[in-house]
Nanobody, 124 residues
Framework: QVQLVESGGGLVQAGGSLRLSCAAS????????MGWFRQAPGKERELIAA????????YYADSVKGRFTISRDNAKNTLYLQMNSLKPEDTAVYYC?????????????????WGQGTQVTVSS
């Protein structure tokens, strides 16, 4: 079992930066593949970044590639999402998710554990 708690969301102007954190409970965080998703009002939840258990493989959606960076610190049981050059269209609730697999996981349906989400609002 893994419990996930996101933090770091807020209101930022376009062009600004935020860093989201996802703190995970349990001692086996390092054996879970992790992902960051977001859901804007009226839209489906979408994967924006994912990382495998060791951190050696990453995936980014085209919409965030070059602006967002996913990282993990297995010693601290924490997943991060550094978001730079934010745009109004990045406004959404951001969720972290985990699944007990070694590879990078890109399908939403495969993730077993979810955080409660943190709101990110980018003003123009």
């Amino acid at each position: 079992q893994v419990q996930l708690v996101e933090s770091g969301g807020g209101l930022v102007q376009a062009g600004g930066s935020l860093r989201l954190s996802c703190a995970a409970s349990g001692r086996t965080f390092s054996t879970y593949a992790m992902g960051w998703f977001r859901q804007a009002p009226g839209k489906e939840r979408e994967l924006i970044a994912a990382r495998n258990w060791s951190g050696s493989i990453t995936y980014y959606a085209d919409s965030v590639k070059g602006r967002f960076t996913i990282s993990r610190d297995n010693a601290k049981n924490t997943l991060y999402l550094q978001m730079n050059s934010l745009k109004p269209e990045d406004t959404a609730v951001y969720y972290c998710a985990a699944v007990h697999k070694s590879g990078v996981v890109t399908r939403l349906i495969e993730y077993d554990y979810w955080g409660q989400g943190t709101q990110v609002t980018v003003s123009s």
